[in-house]
């Protein structure tokens, strides 16, 4: 399928016919049913224009958007937008892609926490004037050492008990540009006393003499992020604030802004964050990936991004599969990778195109083959689809069969191509072994067989079997193209879990990333487009890299048709 084709999710926002009731949904259903918010259910989805989106972010795609669609509601889209030093247009517009890519429409609700900027500053005057917010000058590292810790209570900056008219004398001069950068911020006038330390006198507003991607240089002053979550969910009417766990005890923080304010409050719910085997999805982690070039970009096929989700070839479709699949939990766990590739290969058996393709090709001469006479197969697109039809393949006297597909001393149980012995060549003929040609230093370099022109299709009229059936191209109209071939990126099977004095980086996969540059495949193939998936046969789904050319095919390997979910479930 091609890249830019949109596929829709179902009302549930996966392709799931009936979704679980998970305790997120009782609540809804609960709320429904007393009649608060008059039923209205309406979720968002608030990333930070920080870096791109990861296959976590995915899982809370598909709830926001998928419970509004589920309830007949509507699911914002809004950038929280808060820290000009570390966001970008880029990430906007990439992440923008990412959600319309996993099927989802936001329709005309496209906000930024920027649209509040001049009402989260009035809302600051308010909190001063009403002897709730202060300014403070101590330092960044004097804040955290005042803060306390989790078992001592925090001590009061000698500056929060500057009159009323002071804080705004002084939060106006820092609006105005009159004081550096990091030499005051606005805090908030809680408890430093709390059990809970997000209640502790936060920060509200810093001094950032920075450009802001929508805003310019209009602010010197930027909200933190704590300042503008919960106020733009209420500006924006939110019902229901799906956030992740780590956000849990930021809620008091978030319900104490808005009941001082008086202003709507939505309901925040926190569940479970999505986590990988295999994976890192600390955006740190994947700056510092993409930046010290350990891949490619955020699009490299190797990142859990969407964006290099999509480069690989996984569908949206099987994607939003998973995540329902995974289920909302109160409770932090990690998923399998393997589970993700076994809705990879559901989806892509129903969808690819099947196409014959040689990774590493080995030269096959038939001998008693006619010079010069090409014939042609009718070759299934796709078995799980009989709509799919078919499609003619080209055969000729010299072929490309896969290295691994012969061996000159076969061990036991190796059915495949060897001396002295016949197979069935797909849709073709039997052919035979007869005698190997090698370089000099004794690599086999080409294969000369004979066929048997009465098997015409794969079938012995004399009732004859072989064991083993290989696929092939024809060397006179194969198509010479790039193959990427994919593993994991890390050799540990938790990189976010090391030994001390280890980074993650120490755990880099060499074997990440190998690139066949002779591959052929068969010419069908000629006119594929950048995103368009195909089943390579017996060998697994590839997909067409946006690297293609005219004069050149570049595939990436999304999975192996081999299922270890399969086989972890069954291990149990």
């Not at 099927?103 to 906000?111: H, T």
């Not at 001063?128 to 202060?134: E, F, S």
């Not at 393949?393 to 191509?417: A, C, G, H, T």
């Not at 060499?510 to 017996?538: D, H």
Request: aromatic content about 10%; proline content about 6%.
């Amino acid at each position: 399928m091609a890249e830019t084709e949109l596929e829709k999710p179902s009302a549930a926002g996966t392709d799931a016919s009936s979704p679980r009731l998970d305790f997120i949904r009782e609540l809804i259903e609960e709320h429904n049913r007393i009649g608060r918010f008059g039923q209205r259910v309406h979720t968002r989805f608030p990333p930070e224009p920080n870096g791109y989106l990861h296959l976590g972010h995915a899982k809370s795609i598909c709830l926001n958007f998928g419970l509004a669609l589920e309830y007949g509601g509507k699911a914002n889209m809004r950038f929280d937008d808060t820290n000009p030093v570390k966001e970008e247009q880029e990430y906007v517009d990439n992440i923008l892609a990412d959600v319309r890519w996993l099927g989802f429409d936001w329709e005309d609700r496209l906000f930024y926490a920027s649209d509040y900027f001049d009402q989260l500053y009035q809302w600051a005057i308010q909190l001063i004037k009403m002897g709730k917010a202060y300014v403070d000058d101590l330092t960044a590292d004097q804040i955290r050492e005042y803060r306390g810790t989790l078992t001592q209570p925090g001590k009061d900056s000698p500056f929060r008990n500057r009159s009323v008219e002071e804080n705004l004398a002084l939060f106006e001069q820092m609006k105005n540009g009159d004081f550096p950068d990091g030499s005051r911020v606005l805090r908030a006038r809680i408890d430093m006393a709390s059990p809970n330390i997000n209640l502790r006198d936060p920060v509200l507003y810093r001094i950032l003499h920075a450009e802001h991607h929508r805003t310019g240089d209009k602010w010197c002053i930027y909200p933190m992020y704590d300042w503008a979550h919960g106020q733009s969910d209420s500006l924006e009417g939110i019902t229901h604030s799906i956030c992740t766990l780590e956000f849990e005890d930021h809620r008091p923080l978030y319900e104490w802004f808005i009941d001082t304010l008086g202003i709507h409050k939505p309901q925040q719910i926190e569940f479970a964050r999505l986590n990988l085997t295999r994976t890192v999805m600390s955006k740190r982690k994947l700056i510092k990936l993409v930046q010290d070039n350990y891949v490619r970009g955020w699009d490299d096929p190797r990142m859990p991004t969407i964006s290099g989700a999509r480069r690989r070839g996984y569908p949206p479709a099987a994607i939003r599969e998973f995540v329902s699949a995974t289920g909302v939990a109160k409770s932090n766990g990690t998923v399998e990778y393997a589970m993700l590739e076994y809705y990879i290969r559901q989806d892509l058996n129903k969808t690819s195109p099947r196409v014959m393709a040689v990774i590493k090709p080995l030269k096959v001469v038939i001998t008693n083959y006619p010079e010069g006479q090409v014939e042609e197969f009718d070759a299934v697109n796709n078995p799980e689809d009989p709509s799919a039809g078919t499609r003619k393949v080209p055969f000729s006297k010299v072929l490309y069969i896969e290295q691994d597909d012969f061996m000159e001393n076969p061990p036991n149980k190796f059915f495949r191509l060897a001396p002295g012995r016949e197979v069935r060549l797909r849709y073709a003929y039997f052919i035979k072994c007869e005698n190997v040609v090698k370089d000099a230093d004794g690599n086999v370099t080409e294969v000369h067989c004979t066929y048997d022109p009465t098997t015409r299709g794969g079938d012995a009229p004399d009732g004859r079997k072989v064991k083993a059936t290989i696929h092939w191209v024809s060397a006179a109209h194969a198509v010479q193209s790039e193959v990427r071939l994919y593993e994991s990126l890390y050799t540990v099977e938790n990189p976010n879990d090391l030994p001390e004095g280890k980074e993650f980086t120490d755990f880099i996969n060499p074997n990440s990333l190998q690139v066949v540059s002779n591959a052929q495949v068969e010419p069908s193939l000629k006119t594929a487009q950048a995103g368009q998936r195909f089943q390579f046969e017996r060998l697994g789904y590839y997909c067409v890299d946006p690297d293609t050319t005219t004069s050149q095919l570049v595939f990436n390997r999304t999975v192996t048709l081999k299922d270890e979910w399969a086989k972890v479930q069954k291990n149990g």
